[in-house]
């Protein structure tokens, strides 16, 4: 499935689409972000090549070469995005979703006006250059490193599930409705714990990307930030609120020019959440564990990938069993490859209509499923099964039997269900 080695690179470009002219470029190198940059002659050959092709009226969109991958992607006539991968083991899917992601931050923080018209290069690299520094370069760079979330490739929202879920779901219920707005939610280490209605009803991608940009950015008390939303108000900018509770656990409320950040004062969190303080604390290790503490899981379970489908959730681990082989990293990698083999081979990204027709009913409740044993010197195992809405995937231990597989995993997702 594809090692990440220590000589793998990652080269994202940014350029203006009508004259080539690039605004920003970011690399990262093992899985790490690096200062290392393409030379202007390669920038400029990639770039060429794909503007030879639209004047053919050819629409180049990916390529490969022994060892790299390279992916481009124009957005609204005005952006092109290059991306540049020598990670063994990258797929096209993720390289295309990761430019989409990257589009979509760039919206975020800038908004889509400043994107689509043009009207000095420069005056916009500078721009960009202040205003993505802080906040959308962090959220960029993690898209090309080896984040713990996986929303950027599967377009799902990272979830945990916490151990009091119904209590912490009222009392953010009622907070929302204190402060007026319909938008919030609670979040630990870049995933949702909970969240009201509105904040559910967002669009892609900003309902992953706004969790993602928390997560990506340094602690603080407090934050007043403005922000667009790529989906649902481009060219108008909202304002996000965060909120500390715990070291890692924040509120954030997506709102307009009311409230107040001082109207959020410590008196207003204490009264709220000072009874729930126990569950927050308990909140804390479901970043990487997304699962509430001794939930069973079978011992052969290394990790798993849960997504509902059409309410764009997801749960991602690889904390069981952490005393065996492979690594956390590589238990990611394993299952974001397996990932985009699913996605592009044998289960469509979105359930088809024959899914969705009274008279095909039965079959769709009938479990569909497909696994992979990777090479010698290896032996894990990936299976990933679809029951309705719900696509699981797992890695499980080279002893787990082969001919069990389906079995381990439809009754995984029996048990999974109802948290999902």
């Known amino acids: 499935m594809g090692d990440e080695g220590p000589g793998s690179a990652v080269h994202l470009l940014c350029l203006a689409a009508s004259s080539g002219v690039p605004l920003f470029c970011r690399s990262s190198s093992g899985g790490a972000p690096s200062r290392q940059q393409l030379p202007f002659s390669v920038i400029g050959s990639l770039n060429g090549v794909?503007?030879?092709?639209q004047n053919l009226d050819v629409q180049l969109n990916s390529a490969r070469t022994e060892d790299t991958t390279v992916v481009w992607k124009n957005f609204h006539?005005?952006?092109?995005l290059i991306v540049l991968s020598s990670e063994e083991g990258t797929s096209e899917l993720r390289l295309e979703r990761m430019l989409h992601m990257v589009f979509?931050?760039?919206?975020?923080?800038?908004?889509?006006?400043?994107?689509?018209n043009i009207r000095n290069v420069e005056r916009l690299k500078k721009e960009l250059r202040v205003r993505?520094?802080?906040?959308?370069?962090?959220?960029?760079?993690?898209?090309?490193?080896?984040?713990?979330?996986?929303?950027?490739?599967?377009?799902?929202?990272d979830c945990v599930i916490p151990p009091e879920g119904s209590a912490m779901q009222e009392t953010l219920s009622g907070f929302a409705e204190a402060t007026g707005t319909a938008f919030v939610s609670l979040l630990v280490s870049g995933r949702v714990v909970a969240a009201t209605e509105g904040w559910w009803r967002l669009g892609m991608p900003e309902a992953v990307l706004l969790p993602w940009l928390v997560g990506s950015l340094p602690?603080?008390?407090?934050?007043?930030?403005?922000?667009?939303?790529?989906?649902?108000?481009?060219?108008?900018?909202?304002?996000?609120?965060t909120l500390t509770l715990l070291r890692g656990l924040e509120l954030c409320l997506l709102c307009g020019p009311r409230p107040p950040l001082g109207q959020l004062d410590p008196q207003l969190l204490e009264r709220w959440w000072q009874p729930l303080l126990e569950p927050l604390r308990a909140c804390l290790p479901l970043g990487p564990r997304?699962?509430?503490?001794?939930?069973?899981?079978?011992?052969?379970?290394?990790?798993?990938?849960?997504?509902?489908?059409?309410?764009?959730?997801?749960?991602?681990?690889v904390e069981p069993s952490k005393d065996k082989e492979p690594s956390p990293e590589q238990r990611r990698r394993l299952l974001r490859n397996f990932y985009t083999l699913v996605a592009t081979t044998h289960f469509p990204p979105e359930p088809g209509p024959a899914e969705k027709q009274e008279d095909t009913v039965?079959?769709?409740?009938?479990?569909?499923?497909?696994?992979?044993?990777?090479?010698?010197?290896?032996?894990?195992?990936?299976?990933?099964?679809?029951?309705?809405?719900?696509?699981?995937?797992?890695?499980?231990?080279?002893?787990?039997?082969?001919?069990?597989?389906?079995?381990?995993?439809?009754?995984?997702?029996?048990?999974?269900?109802?948290?999902?």
Request: proline share 8%.
């Open 50 to 53: 794909h503007m030879f092709g």
């Open 77 to 80: 006539d005005s952006i092109t």
């Open 104 to 116: 979509g931050a760039m919206v975020l923080i800038v908004g889509l006006e400043e994107l689509t």
């Open 132 to 157: 993505l520094w802080d906040a959308s370069y962090c959220l960029i760079d993690s898209f090309l490193g080896n984040s713990e979330l996986i929303g950027d490739l599967t377009q799902c929202v």
């Open 219 to 241: 602690p603080q008390a407090a934050r007043d930030y403005p922000v667009y939303l790529p989906h649902g108000s481009p060219t108008v900018p909202h304002r996000l609120l």
């Open 290 to 317: 997304a699962l509430p503490e001794g939930f069973p899981l079978h011992s052969d379970i290394l990790g798993l990938l849960l997504l509902h489908l059409e309410l764009r959730r997801c749960l991602f681990t």
């Open 362 to 420: 039965h079959a769709a409740q009938t479990p569909r499923a497909c696994y992979l044993v990777l090479g010698p010197g290896m032996g894990w195992q990936l299976v990933a099964v679809q029951l309705g809405l719900r696509l699981l995937l797992l890695l499980l231990s080279p002893q787990t039997p082969t001919h069990g597989l389906r079995s381990l995993a439809t009754r995984t997702l029996q048990t999974l269900t109802p948290l999902l």
